[in-house]
């Protein structure tokens, strides 16, 4: 007798498996809420930083001019910018357009070339 309870699978199993551009979307969906949650005490930090008087503040502008400091920030920029997207294409989702699987796939694509479009943007003037 087959047993046709579902699977869970390991990490292993996952990275091999060829996801579908949908479930790629979701697994960064949720990768980037989870890093948007673990940056919040850095960004909380800064704020504290630039408020504290102005010489702390000039001070902060120099450490933001280093390129690893830039780069931390873009990757937060980044991941705030594709969970905003893929938050709008999911409340959009929720209201009944996009439902079909090539609509989802269609959304997915839309989120992720936006996401390329906007941080091209950001990387330019970042820099």
Not at 63 to 81: D, E, Q, T
Request: glycine share 8%.
């Amino acid at each position: 007798m087959k047993d046709k309870r579902p699977r869970n699978l390991g990490i292993g199993q996952i990275l091999a498996y060829q996801l579908p551009i949908q479930g790629i979307a979701s697994i960064l969906h949720r990768a980037t809420g989870l890093f948007l949650f673990l940056s919040i005490p850095l960004l909380l930090c800064l704020l504290q930083q630039s408020l504290a008087s102005p010489d702390t503040f000039s001070a902060l502008k120099s450490v933001l001019s280093n390129v690893f400091v830039k780069l931390v920030i873009f990757g937060i920029l980044a991941a705030f910018v594709y969970h905003l997207l893929a938050g709008i294409k999911h409340l959009i989702m929720d209201c009944g357009h996009a439902e079909t699987k090539t609509g989802s796939r269609l959304a997915a694509q839309t989120t992720l070339a936006l996401t390329v479009i906007i941080m091209a943007a950001l990387g330019v003037w970042l820099w």
